[in-house]
């Protein structure tokens, strides 16, 4: 029988039902109502039975009405969901690509040799550090730090760089605040904090350990809190490689305490959906490999 019958037919049928007005159908369905109606129509003749009662002041299902809407829906839902899969997940790298990200040199690199080998891509990034809940709706890939568990969202959260951190901080600061040897200790001396990004405050450490520091420096960029920790103005947590010089020379003290700094992470974030879109899966697989030649070099 289902040769017989059009698809349409039976959607026009769904959204009557539903909406109990031809003309509230026909506007779910951005179609005219006499459509609508016609559709109705055609499928009750092929059945040879009416599925609605209508009079000039209301409409209601007949029971044969309500059997079929409630054996018809789950598939026709189902046959929905192939129908955006499939679309959503084609094997062509190309498309609108929508990303947010930290400002850095080596991500500006990736990002602008993604587009180069694929040239049918359209780029639209915005650069952010601390990416609200609201912006992340509309882009497909978010890329952002993290220390520490990471907070639950729909979003899934992919690891593509760790580096571990110390806490340190310039000889004419120590000179000023006795050499702290434990979190209790630190937490009663100037830090250097972030403003809002990888949630400000606590401080995190290992083994699930995290302190309230005290703070009158609060900034969003590392280089401002390496700079202010090279002048004295507090203990800064830092990416060890990114201040492993200034420990050799002397110019940063590495901190020995009780619990060692969680790992600086960046994290790739995007859709919770099955399967990730294929511009989506590319991107993430360039910046895995690029990545993990730059951790290696």
Not at 36 to 62: D, F, I, N
Not at 130 to 154: A, I, K, M, N, Y
Not at 187 to 194: A, L, V
């Amino acid at each position: 029988m289902i040769e017989n019958i059009e698809l349409q037919w039976l959607l026009s049928f769904q959204a009557v039902y539903e909406k109990l007005s031809f003309k509230l159908a026909a506007e779910k369905l951005q179609i005219p109502t006499s459509n609508v109606s016609r559709h109705v129509a055609l499928l009750e003749k092929q059945l040879s039975l009416r599925l609605l009662e209508r009079t000039t002041r209301k409409m209601t299902p007949t029971n044969a009405g309500s059997q079929l809407y409630q054996r018809m829906t789950p598939p026709i839902l189902a046959i929905d969901d192939a129908l955006v899969d499939a679309s959503l997940h084609g094997d062509s790298i190309a498309g609108h690509l929508k990303v947010i990200m930290p400002d850095l040199p080596f991500l500006a690199e990736i990002i602008t040799d993604f587009c180069l080998r694929n040239p049918q891509i359209q780029l639209s990034c915005d650069t952010q550090l601390d990416p609200t809940e609201g912006l992340l709706e509309g882009f497909d890939v978010v890329l952002q730090f993290g220390r520490g568990p990471l907070e639950d969202s729909g979003w899934i959260a992919r690891e593509l760089l760790r580096w571990p951190s110390c806490v340190v901080a310039a000889p004419q600061l120590l000179e000023r605040h006795p050499l702290p040897r434990s979190l209790g200790e630190l937490s009663k001396t100037p830090c250097i904090t972030s403003l809002s990004v990888l949630q400000g405050m606590p401080w995190r450490f290992k083994e699930e350990q995290t302190i309230q520091v005290q703070s009158s420096y609060k900034v969003n960029s590392g280089h401002m809190a390496k700079a202010a920790a090279l002048k004295g103005l507090g203990f800064a947590i830092l990416p060890t490689h990114a201040c492993q010089a200034e420990i050799d020379s002397g110019s940063l003290t590495m901190i020995d305490l009780d619990y060692k700094p969680e790992d600086l992470v960046l994290y790739a974030l995007y859709s919770g959906r099955k399967y990730p879109l294929a511009k989506v899966k590319a991107l993430l697989e360039q910046l895995r490999l690029d990545l993990t030649n730059l951790s290696t070099n």
